[in-house]
């Protein structure tokens, strides 16, 4: 079966995707029996395409590649680079599925949900790696595509393409989940891990950390705790039936620990980690997030470097931790392949 | 949905699967659509029992809790307690889903194998949680099953109800599995945790393994390898595509490994773990079962007592580590719940 996708936004998680369709195009179809067709594209920044037959991959890779403009796309036929706002693209294409991947505004989640709304109000299916209309409006969002009979689905939101909602709507059906806990933060987690196993202080550790690209400028939605906060919120609504919002949870990030605070827990056989926790308690869920000192014989205590990792606590099977890349284009962009090969799996 | 279901052995692992279809039997409805109703079981020791309209399984726990024979079922009508070989339940019983849950014979496979092949050309989906069949004659019954229409399952041979085949089959989907690594017997892992942090010798770990539970009189189905080596054969040939033997396996298992050498081990920053490996190369699969030492950076060294975990390397995601259960009444249950809950996800 032939899946028509429309790109909002085409930057890093959006090129991502673009290559393993590209790559994977005849492993796709033989194993699976999937096919894609990107027929539109919507980027504020690198401009648009709206090609009924099919964009040429290779093509829109090298034009994007060379830091270029989507009306360089050399195939274009007249009209089909014309500038288009995401809204109208949505409304115009006649696309299956659209892939959200825009940037992360927790604060409004806009205008992420502005063409998350358009789009199951048009018939399509909605896959997104973009936290923000995850963290507020995850239900709403759910109703409206179920109301279609359509799906939201978000991978690509927590741990990149490490499947966490895979798992609890697959593996773990039938439980219930009483408890999460989270490494959901790959850049404190390296810098942690740096201030360990080389003794650097936080600073340093925090200048490599954007020296090598795992964090960026402004670091601050990362060190102070934000952005693990969007994703034990989406965790807690999505898994745990809660409805928290994100002022809900209390926040520390990691900027106040020294490396004396990292020696002396070593010393006495605990290791920092940025931990996200969310509880099933009586009146809903509680969640926080919060630096720990976890025992060494805890499964997130052995988690470096960048990586990230998630226990839940079930019912019947008790603790199941996976852990495995937490960022990274191809792992984004595999997050919302593989949210659409689910669609393709449950059409 | 309602899934009429029979049940091949009733031990352990049946009983525990009972246990979860009675408890969790609103939840599963209101929240999946999946509704069951068993009506038929067959045990060699306990008995039979062929009870169309639906067995009373707070009735049967009770019988089978303690230790009596199915014969004693009080609702049973006249016949429907009959005595009954289980290939002639397979053949009697109209039900759409057998679950096949007799021991383990890793050099035949019999008569597990028998009963699979039995209930696929009787049109009967099947879930096991029995290695045989699944080591020595995966690709055979999995084509049957296509033939008929019909779905084989195996989550339950592998680290019982922590999903690995889910893993690979939907959050993973579209990934190459490149290699495995797994610790895949908890006996032999509670072992080598307590010769480590209790300095216990070998001897002495293994009476308190058998003293709780987690190893057998006869321990060395455990202790020597094979029930790690028909994991890893399992995993080669379902995950990888491999068609591998048990004969082809190279393993050793870790009765000749002494306090001395995990506390020489220890001192050098490693720790020791039976590990099943399977790697692709060029000829095919290539796999082992032996001790070895770990990095303690390995996602693997930081599992103790008698947790399981698997780490899957894969041409997207990079490695990918899931940590559970291994074994146990409601886990390995779980694991034949979930795969009926697929069965019902994909029909």
Chains 1, 2 share one sequence.
Do not use: W
Request: charged share 20%; glycine share 10%; proline share 4%.
């Amino acid at each position: 079966m032939e899946y028509r996708i429309g790109l909002v936004g085409c930057g890093t998680v959006g090129q991502g995707l673009l290559e393993i369709l590209d790559k994977k195009r005849e492993f796709l179809r033989d194993a699976y029996g999937f096919e894609s067709r990107v027929v539109a594209i919507s980027d504020k920044i690198r401009g648009s395409l709206l090609v009924p037959e099919g964009i040429d991959i290779p093509a829109v890779l090298g034009v994007l590649g060379r830091g270029g403009n989507l009306a360089d796309y050399p195939k274009a036929a007249p009209g089909q680079a014309e500038p288009l706002d995401p809204l109208d693209m949505i409304e115009k294409t006649d696309a299956g599925i659209i892939a959200e991947l825009t940037y992360t505004n927790i604060q409004t989640a806009e205008p992420a949900t502005s063409y998350i709304r358009k789009a199951l109000r048009t018939g399509k299916h909605v896959v997104t790696s973009n936290k923000g209309p995850a963290a507020l409006y995850y239900r709403e969002l759910q109703d409206l595509a179920r109301k279609n009979g359509l799906q939201f689905r978000i991978e690509g939101t927590v741990m990149s393409g490490t499947p966490v909602f895979h798992l609890a709507e697959s593996g773990l059906a039938g439980n219930h989940v009483l408890e999460a806990q989270g490494i959901l933060n790959g850049t404190t987690n390296f810098i942690l891990s740096k201030m360990e196993t080389e003794g650097m202080e936080y600073a340093a550790a925090l200048k490599l950390a954007q020296e090598l690209g795992y964090a960026e400028a402004d670091p601050t939605a990362d060190v102070e705790g934000f952005d693990a906060l969007a994703k034990i919120v989406i965790l807690s609504n999505v898994l745990m039936d809660g409805s928290l919002k994100t002022s809900d949870v209390p926040r520390k990030g990691i900027s106040s620990i020294s490396k004396a605070d990292v020696a002396a827990a070593k010393k006495a056989g605990y290791r920092y980690k940025l931990i996200a926790h969310a509880k099933k308690e009586a009146g809903g869920v509680v969640a926080s997030v919060s630096p720990q000192k976890l025992p060494l014989s805890d499964p997130l205590a052995g988690v470096m470097g960048a990586q990230n990792a998630l226990s839940l606590q079930t019912d019947l099977m008790g603790k199941v931790t996976i852990q495995g890349a937490g960022a990274g284009k191809t792992e984004t962009g595999f997050a919302i392949l593989s949210d659409m090969l689910a669609i393709h799996r449950c059409r």
